[in-house]
């Protein structure tokens, strides 16, 4: 069975990472997205991951730091996870790439675009760590971003909840999935799947997102291949 996407650029979360922990990083959870992330090399898929920083630091909600300052260390948080994650694909058997969009190089290679495309085309995963290197945006936005530049297929949206829902499913016994969006109804409707210049820059690229649930692991492969999971977001 051939992939669905050829190159993909997965989002996974900090939270994701911390498991049932809900904070720092369990290595039990990640093995599973490291097998399953195997399994897409092994199909042909090249993979680009972006990693959130959320289950070391979120600095910024609480209003007691400078915000540039607060958004510095949430970049060398993702830091972190970038090397946890890129430890447990290794283990699983997969050739990986760190690179920082802040230079790190006793730990990590600088971002450069030509540099990760030609890794992936090697069949080597790509992990972009520090955000997009600025304050002020989401690792969301730094996804987008990277998914335009390395000229993916798709985004995938790993998250902790199973699709795109018209309001807050775990508050809500009547909130609706949908199945399908436009970038322009995640906008109208307020849906708060990321935020609005991650959205916007996937649209502008063309680039359509699909935003499915990690409590399966196996979903980011089942993902890549084309069956029939989560919300699909694209233009109209």
């Known amino acids: 069975m051939e992939p669905k996407y050829k190159r993909v650029l997965l989002k ?5 990472l911390a498991g049932d922990k809900k904070i720092g990083l369990d290595f039990n959870a990640m093995k599973g ?5 195997k399994k897409c090399v092994d199909a042909g898929v090249q993979v680009g991951i972006v990693v959130g920083g959320g289950n070391f630091w979120r600095g910024r909600s609480s209003g ?9 260390i949430g ?5 972190m996870n970038a090397l946890a994650v890129a430890d447990v694909i290794e283990d699983c058997g997969a050739d990986v ?10 730990v990590a290679e600088p ?3 030509n540099r990760a495309i030609r890794h992936l085309e090697k069949g080597r995963v790509v992990i972009f760590g520090c955000g997009t290197g600025n304050p002020f945006f989401s690792t969301d936005t730094a996804a987008a971003l990277r998914a335009a530049e ?3 297929d798709v985004m995938l949206k790993a998250t902790m909840v199973d699709g795109v829902y018209d309001k807050d499913p775990h508050k809500f016994d009547d909130a609706i999935k949908y199945k399908k969006l436009t970038y322009n109804e995640i906008l109208s409707k307020g849906l708060a799947i990321m935020d609005a210049s991650a959205a916007s820059l996937c649209g502008d690229n063309n680039i359509p997102i699909l935003v499915f649930d990690l409590e399966r692991p196996n979903n980011i492969f ?10 699909l977001v694209v233009n109209e």
């Not at 997205?33 to 992330?37: L, N, R, T, V």
């Not at 007691?64 to 510095?72: I, N, V």
């Not at 790439?97 to 006793?106: D, G, L, N, P």
């Not at 089942?222 to 919300?231: N, Q, S």
Request: with cysteine; hydrophobic share 45%; net charge negative.
């Open 33 to 37: 997205f490291g097998e399953a992330i």
């Open 222 to 231: 089942d993902a890549c291949m084309g069956k029939d999971i989560g919300t």
């Open 150 to 152: 390395i000229e993916a």
């Open 12 to 16: 996974l979360s900090g939270e994701a």
């Open 64 to 72: 007691a730091m400078d915000r540039t300052r607060a958004d510095h």
């Open 97 to 106: 790439r760190v690179q920082t969009a802040i230079s790190m190089r006793e």
């Open 75 to 79: 970049m060398l948080a993702t830091a």
């Open 111 to 113: 971002y450069i675009r």
